[in-house]
């Protein structure tokens, strides 16, 4: 697995308080995750159905936190294309992605996910499903907080004599 963290800042901070190498590294591994993503996506899609093998394959390489990272930044730099659904752009956009922004370079550019967008849209269907799975411990105590108090089994009410 790909142990380089995700870089959380601008490259500009990364300047500023001499990370520029956890900036750079970081980036390298995104641009790495997207070619992982689109050779993924290559080798399990058979024309018509997407393997989920191609999501769990990149995410054991990558981790699910940079793999979901590099997909809502593609979700954002193609937000003009309607072939990705509403709810799928709606999950990319709680992603705060940084970059290098400069009048003629946007590093966000660098690790945008080329693959067919339809193919694309339903790779972040299944690390959508993937990505916000509870964990078991999430699912028992949802269990048992929705679960009913028991009640007290009713007593018989006898009926007036007629």
């Not at 294309?81 to 705060?96: G, P, T």
């Not at 999430?138 to 009410?157: F, G, I, N, Q």
Request: aromatic content about 10%; some cysteine.
């Amino acid at each position: 697995m790909n142990r380089t963290p995700l870089y959380p800042h601008t490259a500009a901070y990364a300047l500023e308080h001499g990370e520029l190498e956890q900036y750079r590294a970081s980036l390298q591994a995104n641009i790495a995750c997207k070619n992982a993503i689109e050779a993924a996506i290559r080798q399990h899609f058979d024309g018509m159905h997407l393997n989920k093998a191609a999501v769990t394959e990149v995410v054991s390489a990558y981790g699910k936190e940079r793999v979901c990272y590099v997909v809502a930044n593609t979700l954002q730099q193609k937000s003009w294309d309607a072939r990705f659904s509403s709810a799928n752009k709606a999950w990319a956009e709680q992603f705060e992605i940084v970059a290098a922004v400069r009048p003629d370079y946007d590093s966000r550019g660098a690790f945008v996910v080329d693959s067919h967008p339809a193919v694309l849209d339903g790779f972040t269907g299944l690390l959508r499903r993937e990505y916000e799975k509870p964990s078991l411990y999430e699912k028992l105590e949802k269990a048992r907080s929705h679960a009913k108090p028991k009640r007290a089994a009713p007593t018989k009410r006898k009926e007036p004599e007629r």
